[in-house]
């Protein structure tokens, strides 16, 4: 029997993800839950596509495939303009859906501020912080990952990188970027190349720049990536947006095992003095959105 795999989120970002699971043909039964009654018959196209895939199915479900789902992907809801404390309060009512239709599988945020979301559905579910997850700086270390190999005139597969922080403002951790078994520093030292140190700073900037654009795609893209991993029993070791072992718990992203049972934590990552100002200055931030948050809700209540 496959795994079942639920889909909720705006109508324009589901057909998206959907298009892209057509592709990937992974061996999973994909279910649809609208976000609107009017927005099934547009995913009817896709459904009948599935049918010429070998192993994906698609199809429109309802609240009772919660049960039996092996993992909830939620993506972006139609209104992103709204203040984010009526979207938490939003998440609140799909937590709680949720839990009273029996899913016991791992939510994963594939949208924006996936680490806000991702720390106010432990909140509310109380649900085990393994089986929560958002994709964080994932994407943007694929990314970094794949430009660097471009540069430097290697595979992809020669180049280890490291983003952490939350989506929105990465951290490029060069302490811990490897070309091969070699220290990129100590690499970039040696090697006869036009690219140089210097130019790993541009290279920063340049990720901050794209982290400011939506990039849907290649959200869905490592997603897909994840779960195709996940669904031939070969654990990742992926940054992505989790519960922090910390009091008070906040969510970001930075290096677990992510496998069909949940994400496990690692060994806490070695980083530079500078690179641990940054990412200390990015849990500052998103704790003082977090106390933003809550306190709203608080006046509002």
Same mark, same amino acid.
């Given at each position: 029997m496959k795994p079942t795999l639920l889909i909720q989120g705006e109508l324009t970002q589901t057909n998206q993800f959907l298009h892209q699971l057509l592709m990937a043909d992974l061996p999973i039964d994909c279910v649809i839950l609208p976000e609107h009654t009017d927005d099934t018959p547009q995913y009817q196209a896709l459904v009948v596509a599935s049918a010429l895939c070998p192993q994906l199915s698609i199809r429109v479900g309802t609240n009772t495939d919660y049960a039996q789902a092996s993992w909830l992907i939620l993506l972006d809801q139609t209104v992103t303009e709204q203040p984010l404390v009526t979207r938490v309060a939003n998440l609140r009512r799909v937590t709680n859906r949720i839990l009273e239709n029996g899913f016991q599988g791992q939510l994963i945020f594939a949208g924006e501020h996936d680490d806000l979301f991702t720390y106010f559905a432990w909140k509310y579910s109380g649900a085990a912080p393994h089986q929560i997850l958002g994709l964080g700086t994932y994407p943007l270390t694929r990314l970094l990952t794949c430009r660097l190999a471009e540069r430097l005139g290697v595979g992809p597969r020669a180049i280890q990188t490291t983003?952490?922080?939350?989506?929105?403002?990465?951290?490029?951790? $060069?302490?811990?970027?490897?070309?091969?078994?070699?220290?990129?520093?100590?690499?970039?030292?040696?090697?006869?190349?036009?690219?140089?140190?210097?130019?790993?700073?541009?290279?920063?900037? $340049?990720?901050? !720049?794209?982290?400011?654009?939506?990039?849907?795609?290649? !959200?869905?893209?490592?997603?897909? !990536?994840?779960?195709?991993?996940?669904?031939?029993?070969?654990?990742?070791?992926?940054?992505?947006a989790h519960p922090q072992p910390e009091t008070p718990t906040y969510a970001t992203a930075t290096p677990v095992l992510v496998s069909a049972d949940g994400w496990k934590p690692l060994p806490k990552l070695a980083l530079s003095e500078d690179e641990q100002q940054d990412y200390a200055a990015c849990v500052a931030a998103i704790q003082d959105d977090i106390g933003q948050i809550e306190g709203q809700q608080t006046e509002e209540n």
């Open positions: 983003v952490i922080g939350r989506s929105a403002t990465p951290i490029a951790a $060069w302490s811990r970027t490897y070309v091969g078994p070699t220290p990129i520093l100590m690499y970039l030292a040696n090697a006869d190349a036009k690219f140089g140190a210097d130019d790993l700073g541009k290279m920063g900037s $340049w990720l901050q !720049r794209e982290a400011a654009a939506p990039q849907t795609t290649l !959200r869905f893209m490592v997603l897909i !990536r994840i779960l195709r991993s996940v669904l031939m029993g070969h654990p990742v070791i992926v940054p992505v």
